[in-house]
């Protein structure tokens, strides 16, 4: 069974400073990796996807994560954040099983940014 | 191309009763998930449908059940409603086309028991 960890609960950080969201996860088979972004009272919005090929994946609002299969892990990193990026971050693992795929969320990171 | 819809968007029962909440894929998807999301964790998988059949499903007890519609639209229902069972639904829709597909996720339903 995979599963997928997120260190830290809440992060706190400044406007136009960098951040990184830290996401570990295990697997037995090979992943494919997901960033999720949550904002207060809506669903899940798709940030950025790892599926193959490069292993640095970016998104349209500046967004990047590095798949590291050595390390497992897939963390998030913004080089400046805007008080907008202010949200619940979920990563997830995806994989393939019993001819489904089995998609497994971490418990969230809050990303607050502060003016 | 139209997101993936939910309904109703809240929804207030009490212990015992039974409810459904539905969702409408993304346009051209033809596998829907179902997920719950208590207060301050992650989404987790109830099961997922497929061409009308439940293809996978996760740790929930049978009192969760679903349908998925021609149309691919999907249903999910709740017997015997337990105060455990407040939480976010989402439901995430994705085209099968072999291999690791994309899920979209919709806005959600947020039940409260009480």
């Known amino acids: 069974a995979q599963s997928v960890t997120q260190l830290d609960s809440q992060v706190p950080v400044f406007e136009e400073a960098p951040v990184e969201l830290r996401c570990n996860y295990s697997?037995?088979?090979?992943?494919?990796l997901f960033w999720y972004v949550q904002y207060p009272n809506q669903g899940l919005q798709l940030l950025l996807k790892y599926l193959s090929g490069s292993t640095l994946v970016e998104s349209i609002n500046g967004f990047e994560a590095e798949f590291n299969k050595s390390q497992t892990s897939f963390h998030l990193r913004k080089p400046s954040v805007h008080i907008s990026d202010t949200a619940e971050y979920f990563c997830a693992v995806s994989v393939l099983s019993g001819g489904y795929q089995k998609v497994t969320f971490g418990t969230g990171t809050k990303l607050q940014v502060i003016p | 191309e139209t997101g993936v819809t939910q309904s109703p968007t809240h929804l207030i029962k009490t212990r015992g009763q039974q409810v459904t909440l539905r969702c409408s894929s993304q346009?051209?998807?033809?596998?829907v998930s179902w997920y719950q999301q208590a207060l301050g964790q992650g989404p987790q998988f109830i099961f997922q449908?497929?061409?009308?059949?439940?293809?996978g499903r996760g740790n929930f007890p049978p009192r969760f059940s679903g349908l998925q519609f021609p149309n691919y639209s999907s249903e999910l229902n709740v017997n015997a409603l337990e105060l455990d069972d407040s939480a976010l639904y989402l439901c995430?829709?994705?085209?099968?086309?072999?291999?690791?597909?994309?899920?979209?996720f919709g806005p959600g339903t947020r039940l409260l028991v009480l």
């Open positions: 995430a829709s994705s085209q099968d086309t072999g291999g690791v597909k994309t899920q979209y």
């Open positions: 449908y497929y061409r009308e059949e439940e293809n």
């Open positions: 697997s037995s088979v090979s992943v494919y």
């Open positions: 346009s051209g998807h033809n596998t």
